[in-house]
């Protein structure tokens, strides 16, 4: 895919924060903290529970491993939050602001992190994080069906990348400021 960008480009990337996060008041306003305050912008988001067949075709490559039916329990088992986030090398600077998958790793030697801080098992360990820009692609399409990528670089990257923004924190997401689009079309 040809990706049309002002200056460098943003790099999108899948955010889950789990169950027991949402569940909790603290962690959730924590994360999401974390998040504004790392520079990141929220393309979308959205609440919802992941059905039993959405977990399946999400962590498919997880199938034969021995987490993988307490690991797909756990992930319907509440709303989780799921956003598509924004930022120069988003899949990295998202990882690292997660910290390492392993819940006791991280709380041993990464604990400033959100799994160092919020993880409470491997399985509960917080958040997801796209791993690559083909695994970003994929897990988008997965939760977000009505998104689309090449329309986004085309249309609306741009304007991400200016901060030409408005930030909803109810909603948890930035909206274009339309001020900066006339016809359809950015004012250059």
């Given at each position: 895919m040809m990706l049309t960008c002002s200056k460098r480009c943003l790099q999108l990337t899948l955010a889950i924060l789990k169950p027991h996060v949402v569940k909790s008041p603290f962690a959730l306003q924590k994360i999401r903290d974390l998040i504004i305050d790392n520079n990141f912008k929220i393309v979308r988001s959205r609440r919802m529970t992941i059905s039993r067949e959405e977990a399946e075709l999400f962590y498919k490559e997880h199938?034969?491993?021995f987490f993988y039916n307490r690991l797909l329990t756990f992930m319907c088992s509440g709303p989780s939050d799921i956003h598509i986030l924004a930022a120069h090398?988003?899949?990295?600077?998202w990882r690292q602001?997660?910290?390492?998958t392993k819940v006791y790793q991280a709380?041993?030697?990464a604990?400033?992190?959100?799994?160092?801080?919020?993880g409470l098992s491997d399985t509960r360990n917080a958040t997801h994080g796209s791993d690559s820009i083909e695994s970003a692609k994929k897990e988008i399409a997965i939760f977000f069906k009505d998104f689309n990528m090449k329309k986004w670089?085309?249309?609306?990257?741009?304007l991400?990348?200016?901060?030409?923004?408005?930030?909803?924190?109810?909603?948890?997401v930035h909206t274009i400021d339309k001020s900066y689009v006339?016809?359809?079309?950015?004012i250059k």
């Open positions: 199938r034969n491993k090398d988003a899949i990295t600077k602001l997660m910290g390492p709380q041993y030697s604990q400033d992190t959100i799994r160092g801080m919020f670089y085309d249309n609306e990257e741009m991400y990348n200016l901060g030409r923004l408005h930030f909803d924190p109810i909603s948890f006339q016809n359809e079309q950015v």
